[in-house]
């Protein structure tokens, strides 16, 4: 009997050893991006995201504040706390037409708080090569330039610029050697499985950069890079794979709340719908760009995300890794676009938005607070801005003010200083320019006896956004349009664009739509509605701002320096107010 158990025992331990261990426990890995961060730092009252408030109409946008990096960073620390494994990825434009607190000190503040908002992998939009390649690889690799006393820019106003500790990645950059500038992809570890990010950058960079800025680089085919670096990460044991594109689209209605998550995708259009049909099935989410739009897309089964631009919101997603075949189970990963709360988004729409989000979601941005050591590094360089911004930078002949029926003086100002600093042949060639009236935020008033001084303060002051300007290339008949358009049908009232001196024409109230741009003459001569021409705007209206569509048609883009850069160099030559309307008003 005795010997009858044992060998039973001995059986069943044979067994027991020969058994198949239980399947490892999969893993999840959220990843939380953001993108077209362009050194928004501070919580300015421009931030906001169009948003559906049931209490007053739900089909009508109502702005809800957002954003500043303390928030975001806050946001950041709340998503990593739910989540053991977690990266941060900016998806481009982290850098370049940006507001003063970072333009200022040559970008390098917004290096410095990515640092501390956690940033662990990049990749380089067009805007971060507005000042060139030597420069960019600079502030990425930290230390300091020498302060010239004349100089626009300040490095290093807190100490030694430490640069950037997390990598940028581009598989579609490519030096006069054939070689990549930065690596094509960085792969990391989770639990033992491989994850695999590819970066690439929208292919029209060079037409939308000065020259200089991508001198002795060649932007290739995106889809084709990520697929090449994807077959090398396959063959080399990488299963679960990620792009990072700084190229985008659009989905929705414009102008109606913001639906960022709607997974329908409604009306996709533009340039990265085209990519991702392209990729590799391999690639399992892409991470997008560069149109500041928000939506969470599912084509041919993979996620689409982008969470508009500024800091404003983040995309996050939650990849669940299966440890034995090193592979992202897409039925079980999920995806979400989040606003970033700050002080000033309105309490009771913020809760509203919470209480409607699921979780895990919902707990980090219930639990997410402003991080005090980002709030107070912001506020430093905020201080260190100061005794610049009272820098005089030129004088005036009187009061540029915003105030007309048509096109205004304040904006005939800036107009006439962003075509000055494109005429050049090298410089974009442009015959006029056209500024929209939204981005003149204040007066620029002489308060004694003219001439008076004006400081930089006082310029930024007038255009903060740090838009870029684009010159672009239309027919004549497609200005025409644009001119038209100034009044849609579902406005009242026209809504001026003021032109540079080179431009002008009547406007005929009473004339039926499309009639109303009469006599319409660049440098004294009548458009050609079958020519081409040059003209500048800046990057916030070339993306089609404040409704302006037909300028997403421009031909031929040149991206050039700052607004705020061409409207200093103006001031220099003492402008006096041009008291003439170049829009001539008629009944």
Same mark, same amino acid.
């Given at each position: 009997m005795r010997l009858r158990l044992a060998f039973l025992a001995l059986a069943a331990a044979l067994v027991a050893g020969?058994?198949?261990?239980?399947?490892?426990?999969?893993?999840?890995?959220?990843?939380?991006a953001f993108n077209d961060y362009h050194g928004n730092l501070e919580a300015a009252p421009g931030l906001t995201l169009?948003?559906?408030?049931?209490?007053?109409?739900?089909?009508?946008? *109502?702005?809800?504040?957002? /954003?500043?990096?303390?928030? $975001?960073?806050?946001?950041?620390?709340? $998503?990593?706390?739910? !989540?053991?494994?977690?990266l941060v990825i900016s998806s481009g434009d982290m850098i370049g037409a940006t507001p003063l607190v970072s333009a200022l000190f040559r970008h390098e503040s917004t290096i410095d708080i990515a640092n501390h908002i956690g940033v662990d992998l990049a990749i380089p939009g067009n805007h971060e090569f507005d000042a060139g390649r030597e420069e960019l690889l600079r502030v990425l690799a930290g230390g300091c330039l020498e302060n010239k006393p004349d100089a626009l820019y300040i490095s290093c106003p807190l100490g030694i610029h430490p640069g950037a500790r997390f990598p940028l990645m581009a598989a579609n950059v490519v030096d006069a050697q054939g070689k990549t500038l930065f690596a094509p992809s960085v792969v990391r570890e989770v639990g033992g499985v491989k994850v695999g990010f590819i970066g690439a950058v929208t292919r029209i960079t060079p037409s939308i950069v000065v020259p200089s800025g991508v001198a002795g680089l060649r932007f290739t085919d995106e889809a084709q890079?990520?697929?090449?670096?994807?077959? +090398?990460?396959?063959?080399?044991?990488?299963?679960? $794979? *990620?792009a990072v594109i700084h190229e985008g689209g659009e989905t929705g209605t414009p102008g109606q709340p913001l639906e960022w998550n709607d997974a329908a995708c409604p009306n996709p259009r533009g340039a990265i719908f085209d990519i991702a049909r392209r990729l590799t099935p391999s690639i399992d989410v892409i991470f997008s760009a560069h149109t500041h739009q928000g939506y969470r897309c599912i084509v041919d089964g993979r996620p689409i995300l982008q969470a508009t631009a500024l800091g404003r919101g983040v995309s996050v997603a939650d990849l669940v890794l299966d440890p034995r075949t090193g592979d992202v189970d897409r039925a079980r990963s999920t995806q979400r676009n989040l606003p970033v709360f700050n002080d000033k988004s309105d309490a009771r729409l913020r809760e509203a938005i919470i209480a409607?989000?699921?979780?895990?979601?919902?707990?980090?941005?219930?639990?997410?607070?402003?991080? !005090?050591a980002v709030a107070q590094r912001v506020a430093a360089y905020a201080a260190a801005a100061a005794p610049r911004a009272q820098r005089p930078v030129g004088r005036i002949a009187g009061h540029f003010d915003r105030q007309s029926s048509t096109d205004t003086s304040a904006g005939r100002l800036i107009a006439d200083a962003q075509w000055r600093a494109t005429q050049a042949a090298e410089r974009g060639g442009a015959q006029f320019a056209l500024m929209n009236p939204g981005g003149v935020r204040t007066d620029l008033r002489c308060p004694g006896q003219p001439p008076c001084t004006i400081t930089y303060?006082?310029?930024?002051? %007038?255009?903060?956004? /740090?838009?870029?300007?684009?010159? %672009?290339?239309l027919s004549g008949a497609e200005i025409k349009q644009l001119l038209e358009d100034q009044q849609p049908a579902r406005r009242s009232t026209p809504h001026f664009l003021s032109p540079s001196a080179s431009l002008?024409? +009547?406007?005929?109230?009473?004339?039926?739509? /499309?009639?109303r741009v009469r006599d319409l003459q660049v440098n004294g001569q009548p458009v050609n509605p079958a020519a081409d021409y040059r003209f500048t705007v800046n990057s916030f209206m070339a993306d089609g701002g404040d409704g302006f569509k037909g300028l997403q048609a421009g031909r031929q883009r040149l991206g050039g320096e700052l607004d705020i850069d061409a409207l200093v160099a103006y001031l220099a030559s003492g402008p006096s107010p041009d008291p003439v309307a170049r829009i001539r008003l008629e009944p």
């Open positions: 020969c058994a198949t261990p239980p399947a490892p426990a999969p893993l999840t890995l959220r990843l939380i169009p948003w559906s408030d049931p209490s007053v109409q739900p089909t009508k946008a *109502v702005r809800l504040n957002a /954003g500043g990096a303390a928030y $975001l960073a806050g946001t950041v620390a709340a $998503l990593r706390a739910g !989540a053991p494994h977690s890079a990520i697929n090449a670096e994807a077959a +090398r990460l396959e063959a080399q044991g990488v299963q679960a $794979l *990620v409607a989000e699921p979780e895990p979601y919902a707990q980090a941005l219930r639990e997410a607070r402003p991080v !005090a303060g006082e310029a930024f002051t %007038m255009q903060p956004f /740090g838009n870029s300007l684009v010159v %672009m290339t002008s024409y +009547r406007w005929v109230a009473s004339a039926a739509p /499309g009639q």
